[in-house]
């Protein structure tokens, strides 16, 4: 069997008093992409900052790319890609400077072809030497993909990347993450949106209070089907769970007090529970 690209046991974070994740186990192989669902806060902007070594775990630990989660920190960032909330991107220098000065920080000697290819890619090559002060969100999104582009990263985390992009540049988002699992490399996505995780995801893991509350494989399941599945589990939920429904495409949910992790087996119908687990403070 091939290493995995993600393979974390336990991984813990608290800030302060606050729980923020609950001691959360994930793999991820070559050539998946794994979709993480669940409302704000339910830990996933998290698990991506952890597993992208942005932060350090309060306990537990694990391996990336091959590399100690801890202990390989800088090897692990020159191999991934990341879309978050925060573009990383100097105000004040062109998008052509941009991707310059992230091609030295990466060690890489990139001269002016492979940045004017990716920046086409993009559709920014008409604003290569416009500053990104003057970009609009979208548009600073896109160099965020020309950075990928650009670098070929074999890992991708991707946090609510469809945000401010238009039609074309979420074919171009998604046409470039299957590409990516197609030369065997992955992806993990956090999103609240069912639509964008089924157009793009192998498995989907949904989170609640930073913990895991089921993985379900894509694999003979429709669309409808992992729609279907959240009304099900809603109304068959324990008291002591999450109330889950869907209202314009994306999840919504309410604060419970435990968690229980479980596998979704579409042959019969039902979740297969792993193990149960209380919430620390519960």
Not at 207 to 216: E, I, Q, S
């Amino acid at each position: 069997m091939a290493e995995a690209m993600v393979d974390v046991q336990g991984l813990t974070k608290v800030f302060g008093t606050t729980l923020a994740l609950d001691a959360v186990d994930l793999r991820v192989d070559p050539g998946e992409v794994v979709a993480l669902l669940g409302p704000n806060g339910a830990g996933k902007t998290t698990l991506l900052k952890l597993l992208a070594t942005a932060i350090r775990p309060t306990a537990g630990g694990g391996r990336v790319l091959g590399l100690d989660l801890l202990k390989g920190r800088d090897a692990i960032r020159r191999r991934i890609g990341m879309i978050s909330h925060n573009h990383h991107l100097y105000e004040d220098l062109t998008a052509q400077e941009n991707l310059e000065f992230a091609s030295v920080m990466h060690g890489m000697r990139v001269d002016g072809g492979p940045i004017r290819k990716a920046l086409t890619e993009v559709g920014l090559d008409g604003q290569a030497r416009s500053k990104v002060r003057t970009f609009s969100t979208g548009m600073k999104r896109r160099l965020v993909i020309a950075k990928m582009l650009l670098f070929e990263p074999e890992l991708l985390f991707l946090d609510e990347p469809h945000n401010t992009l238009d039609q074309a540049a979420i074919a171009l988002l998604n046409g470039y993450v299957a590409s990516v699992a197609a030369r065997g490399g992955a992806a993990v996505v956090a999103t609240h949106n069912l639509s964008r995780a089924y157009d793009m995801a192998d498995r989907f893991v949904l989170m609640r209070d930073g913990a895991v509350a089921w993985r379900v494989q894509k694999q003979g399941l429709g669309a409808e089907e992992l729609r279907d599945l959240y009304g099900r589990h809603a109304e068959n939920a324990d008291s002591s769970n999450a109330d889950c429904g869907m209202r314009n495409g994306e999840l919504h949910e309410t604060a419970y007090e435990s968690t229980s992790v479980r596998e979704y087996d579409l042959r019969s119908g039902t979740f297969v529970h792993a193990y149960t687990r209380t919430l620390l403070g519960s």
